[in-house]
């Protein structure tokens, strides 16, 4: 069985009920995308290559951010949105004290099958995509902002 460290760089992963797309930097829980910041992606990249090993701060720092000054914030509130994203299995990232991370869950490829089954992000579905007649979601005007009387009645909607 091959692990993360010894795969093609676009292999599909897999560990626990998550499945990732390195190739397409999409993110899967069960089958279903799952949004997650591209920072957060590489950040999480970076501790699977790792393949179980310690990361310290400093390594993730400088690969996800290259030659940006960033403060170690920034990499906790990253870590911190991955935890989310992972929920009941968030202690799949081990912080080890002072020194970075490590990635414990075991990784593997996912077989073309499971790849697969994962719903594509590439388009928006129609519910998703804004009325053409309203392209907010602010409530109708009632009078006109421009010009208008002092004593503006409210239209009645069409």
Known sequence: MKTAATTPARAALKFGRFLILP???EFFIGGMPVPLGSRAFDVLMVLIEAGGELVTKDEILSRVWPRMVVEEH???FHIS?????????RGFIKTISGRG????ADITVAD???EASVKPTAALPPSSLPDPQRPT???APTCDLIGRRPNCRRRRPS
């Open 81 to 89: 949105a991955l935890r989310k994203v992972l929920g009941k299995d």
């Open 74 to 76: 920034s990499l906790q």
């Open 112 to 114: 073309e099958e499971e």
């Open 23 to 25: 190739h397409h930097r």
């Open 101 to 104: 991370y490590r990635f414990v």
């Open 137 to 139: 979601n602010l409530p």
